[in-house]
Every structure is written in C-alpha cells, then in structure tokens.
Nanobody, 123 residues
Framework: QVQLVESGGGSVQAGGSLRLSCAAFGYTYSVYCMAWIRQAPGKEREGVATIDSAGSTGYADFVKGRFTISQDNAKNTLYLQMNSLQPEDTAMYLC?????????????????WGQGTQVTVSS
C-alpha cells in the first residue's frame, strides 16, 4: 500500500513560481517511474513531467525550459519546480507512481495517485 500526498499549490500571478511536493509513504519499489500529471475542468488529463529510479527525466513540450522535476530519495519526496507560470497552467496537479518502468505509456499504467494540489495562475 502506497500513499502519495501533494502540497505546495496556490494562487500566483502570471510570471510567478511555485514548487510542488509529493511525499510518498509506504513505497518500497526499487524500479519505478513517477510523474506529475495535470487536469483542468473541461480539458483532457495531460502529462507534465516524469522521473525514473535511475534519475532520467522527461518533459512535455509545453513546460520545457520552465518546469523542473526532481526527487530526494532520502526524504522519499518528488518535486516540481514551476517557473514563468501562465494562466494556461491553471489545473489540479497530481503525482502518480508506476511500480515498474519504463516511464511513458498511458495513464492507466500508473498504480498509485495522489489527491492533487490546485495551481491557479492569474493574468
């Protein structure tokens, strides 16, 4: 049983920054992929960034150069540093865990999901 708990969301003006955190509890897998995925009302769920157990990262085109995914294995925590935020980034941001890699593939392959943290960007 794994629990993922996101934090760090909030309201910010366009051009601002936020850092999201995802704490993982009860995680024991040595091979995994973790992802940040966002969902806004009336829109499709979309992948934002991924990182695997080897430290390899991947990003959606719309966040390259603005967002950075990282992990602190000692703290069992995933991060998403978001800079140059724009109104179109407004969404619920969720972290998700796949207990076996590789990263990529459809969302249903992820085994555990957090409840999400809301990010709202005003113009």
């Amino acid at each position: 049983q794994v629990q993922l708990v996101e934090s760090g969301g909030g309201s910010v003006q366009a051009g601002g920054s936020l850092r999201l955190s995802c704490a993982a509890f009860g995680y024991t897998y040595s091979v995994y992929c973790m992802a940040w995925i966002r969902q806004a009302p009336g829109k499709e769920r979309e992948g934002v960034a991924t990182i695997d157990s080897a430290g390899s990262t991947g990003y959606a085109d719309f966040v390259k150069g603005r967002f950075t995914i990282s992990q602190d294995n000692a703290k069992n925590t995933l991060y998403l540093q978001m800079n140059s935020l724009q109104p179109e980034d407004t969404a619920m941001y969720l972290c998700a865990l796949k207990f076996r890699g590789p990263c990529g593939g459809p969302f249903w392959q992820y085994n555990y999901w957090g409840q999400g943290t809301q990010v709202t960007v005003s113009s």
